[in-house]
C-alpha cells in the first residue's frame, strides 16, 4: 500500500468549470498521520480458500444492470421500454451515483455546437427527460448545463425506475460475473439475504468502476485521477455582508434551494479509486478538512449562521478502470464531427480543451458521436459496457465521465440489451438500424 503526502489539499470553489483547475481556498493540512495500512506490503499476501457453496438463483431475467448511476438508470429505462424484463443492482439505497449520492449537481455537456456552429441542446431522450421532470419541480436551474437538487434527483430517477416497471434491488452489491466461456450468463449479489445469483440474457456494466468486466476477465487500462469529496452549506441566504469585517469566502455555487450551495473538491491526483484501503485513508481525511473548512469560516464575521448540511455520501471517484472495446474513441473524433454507422447518441462540451496544441474554448466546440462497438468489450460475449468506463482514449476523459455523456451510453446500452434480448441474438450481432430506430423512438437525438 503506497504511502502518501497529505500536505495539501485543495477544495474547489463550487463551479463546475473549476474540476480542472485549482482555485478556491486552499487547506493547509500539514502534520496529519496517514492511518497504518492493514498488511504490511512487503510480505505476500496471505489468502485463504472459501467452501464452495450452493447459491439461489433468485432471477431469470432477459437484462440485468448493475450500478444505478446515470448510466444505469438510463440503460435500465431503456431495456424496459424497449419490452425486455429487466433488473437492476445498486448497492446504496439510491439512484443517481454520483449525480445525487456524490452531490456533483450539474448535469454537464448538454449543449454544443454544429457544423452550421449553430449552439444547440444536444441531450435529449432520457437525460433531457429527467432534467425536464426536475425543472418542472421547481428542482433545477440553468436550461445549460442544469444543476439539479440531489433529493429531488433521486425521488424522479424513483418513479421513472417504478413507471418503466424495471425491477429494483437496493443495498445489493454485485460481486461475481457468471460466466459459461466467454459469455456472461448473470451476476452474484450479496446483500443482507445473502449471497444470490440473477442469471440474464445480456449483462450491462454500469458500475462506473467496470467491476463486472474486470470479474468476467475482459482487458482494460486502470487510469488514476482525482478523487475528491463534495459537500452543501446551508443557511447561505443567511449571511450578513454588513457585519463590521464581513469578508467574501469562497462558498461553492447555487443549488435549486436558496439558502444551500454545493461545494465541489478536485482533492487529490494520482488516486486509485478501486483501493479500498486508499478510500478509506481519503474519506477520513476529507471528511475532517471539510468539517474544519466550514467551522473557519462560521468564525469570518457575516457567516456566523452558515452550516455544513451533509458531505456525500458516495466517494468522488472522478476514474478507475476503462474498457478494451471493439473501438475506441479519441479526442479527434470528438472535435472534427466523426460520423460512425453505429451512432448511439450525441454528446456535448463542458470545458475548453487543447486540440493540435490550440485552446478550443467550451463554447465553441463541436458536437460529437458515440459508436456502439465502444461500449462493446473485445472478449466477452452479452456483455455491454457504459458510463465512465466505457472505451475512450485517456486524452478524452475530462468529456466520456461526464453524466450528460453517461447518460446518453446508458440509454444506448439498454435499448441495444433489449433488441438482443428479444431478438435472441448476441449483442454483437444486433442490428444496429433497428437499435437507432428504437432509440430514435424513445427520443434521442441524432442531430
Ligand atoms: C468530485 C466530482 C465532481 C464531478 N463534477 C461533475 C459535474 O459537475 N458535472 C458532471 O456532469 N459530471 C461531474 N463529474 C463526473 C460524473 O459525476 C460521473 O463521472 C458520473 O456520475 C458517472 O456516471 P456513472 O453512471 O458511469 O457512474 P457513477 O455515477 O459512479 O454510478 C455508479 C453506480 O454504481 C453503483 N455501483 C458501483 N459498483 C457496484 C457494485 N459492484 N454493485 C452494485 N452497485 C455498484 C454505485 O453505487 C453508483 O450508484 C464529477 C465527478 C466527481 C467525482
Known amino acids: 500500500m503506497k504511502r502518501r503526502d497529505f500536505v495539501t489539499r485543495i477544495i474547489v470553489a463550487g463551479s463546475a468549470l473549476s474540476m480542472g483547475v485549482s482555485c478556491g481556498r486552499k487547506i493547509e493540512g500539514d502534520q496529519q498521520e496517514t492511518p497504518t495500512p492493514l498488511s504490511d506490503p512487503t510480505e505476500p499476501q496471505r489468502t485463504i480458500t472459501e467452501p464452495a457453496r450452493e447459491i439461489p438463483v433468485i432471477a431469470e431475467t432477459d437484462v440485468l444492470v448493475i450500478g444505478g448511476g446515470p ?22 439505497n439510491h439512484l443517481g451515483g454520483l449525480w445525487t449520492g456524490g452531490l456533483v449537481l450539474p448535469l454537464l455537456s448538454t449543449h454544443a455546437v454544429d457544423k452550421q456552429k449553430r449552439r444547440k441542446q444536444v441531450i435529449h431522450g432520457l437525460g433531457g427527460e429527467m432534467a ?5 419541480m421547481g428542482m433545477a436551474i440553468h436550461e445549460v448545463n442544469p444543476i439539479i437538487d440531489p433529493e429531488a434527483g433521486k425521488y424522479v430517477l424513483d418513479e421513472m425506475i417504478v413507471e418503466s416497471g424495471v425491477k429494483m434491488l437496493y443495498h445489493s452489491w454485485g460481486v461475481n460475473a457468471i460466466m459459461e466461456g466467454n459469455t456472461i450468463k448473470g451476476v452474484f449479489i450479496e446483500s443482507k439475504s445473502g449471497r444470490q445469483a440473477v442469471m440474464a440474457k445480456v449483462v450491462i456494466d454500469c458500475t462506473g468502476d467496470g467491476d463486472v468486466f474486470h470479474w468476467a476477465g475482459e482487458s482494460y487500462e486502470t487510469m488514476n485521477y482525482h478523487i475528491g469529496l463534495v459537500h452543501r452549506l446551508g443557511n447561505i441566504d443567511r449571511i450578513d455582508k454588513n457585519r463590521p469585517g464581513y469578508k467574501e469566502m469562497p462558498l461553492g455555487q447555487p443549488t435549486p434551494i436558496p439558502s444551500v450551495n454545493w461545494v465541489n473538491m478536485h482533492g487529490l491526483n494520482d488516486q486509485d479509486g478501486i483501493d479500498m484501503q486508499n478510500l478509506s485513508e481519503l474519506q477520513l481525511q476529507y471528511r475532517k478538512e471539510i468539517w474544519e473548512s466550514v467551522e473557519e469560516i462560521k468564525k469570518v464575521p457575516g457567516h456566523e449562521n452558515v452550516f455544513l448540511l451533509d458531505t456525500a455520501s458516495q466517494m468522488g471517484v472522478r476514474m478507475s478502470r476503462i474498457v478494451e472495446g471493439e473501438y475506441k474513441l479519441t479526442l479527434e473524433d470528438s472535435m472534427t464531427f466523426k460520423q460512425f454507422d453505429d451512432v448511439i447518441g450525441i454528446s456535448g462540451a463542458w470545458t475548453s480543451m487543447l486540440y493540435k496544441g490550440n485552446k478550443v474554448l467550451a463554447y465553441e466546440r463541436p458536437l460529437w458521436q458515440i459508436p456502439y462497438r465502444s461500449l462493446l468489450p473485445k472478449k466477452t460475449e452479452n ?65
Open 383 to 447: 456483455l455491454l459496457v457504459a458510463g465512465r468506463c466505457f472505451c475512450f482514449e485517456q486524452a478524452l476523459v475530462e468529456d466520456t465521465r461526464i453524466i450528460g455523456t453517461c447518460l446518453i451510453t446508458g440509454h444506448g446500452a439498454g435499448a441495444a440489451a433489449a433488441i438482443a434480448a428479444n431478438d435472441r441474438v448476441t449483442v454483437r450481432e444486433i442490428d444496429r438500424q433497428k437499435l437507432r430506430k428504437t432509440l430514435e423512438e424513445q427520443n434521442v437525438w441524432f442531430g
Open 71 to 92: 448510466a444505469g438508470v438510463a440503460a435500465a429505462i431503456a431495456a424496459s421500454r424497449a419490452g425486455a424484463e429487466t433488473y437492476l443492482v445498486e448497492r446504496y
Open 132 to 136: 425536464q421532470r426536475l425543472f418542472d
